[in-house]
């Protein structure tokens, strides 16, 4: 979606989203980073190497598959209840 210019000419469409701008960067900054590093550090060993240690330590526990066991199923619940309750709404 292009605007014409006073002169004629035509400006890029893309040109438009830089007052988006602000948030992009601050969310880069407090959201996309810190999570990149928590999956980076999911993957590395104390010494920097890759493994899957982790993951194995996490599925092979019953405490942990318990517990996201129950986190998967408040979450569909929770969204089963927010589709049910908003779809008449919409």
């Not at 993957?43 to 899957?52: F, K």
């Not at 318990?66 to 709404?89: D, H, Q, R």
């Amino acid at each position: 979606m292009a605007t014409r210019l006073a002169t004629g000419g035509r400006r890029p469409g893309w040109l438009g989203l830089w007052p988006l701008s602000p948030i992009v960067l601050f969310l880069g900054a407090v959201f996309v980073y810190p999570v990149g590093q928590l999956l980076w550090l999911s993957v590395v060993d104390g010494s920097g190497h890759l493994t899957a240690l982790h993951y194995v330590r996490l599925f092979t526990s019953g405490t942990y598959v318990k517990v996201l066991g129950i986190t998967f199923e408040i979450a569909l619940w929770t969204t089963l209840m927010s589709v049910g309750a908003g779809y008449p709404l919409a």
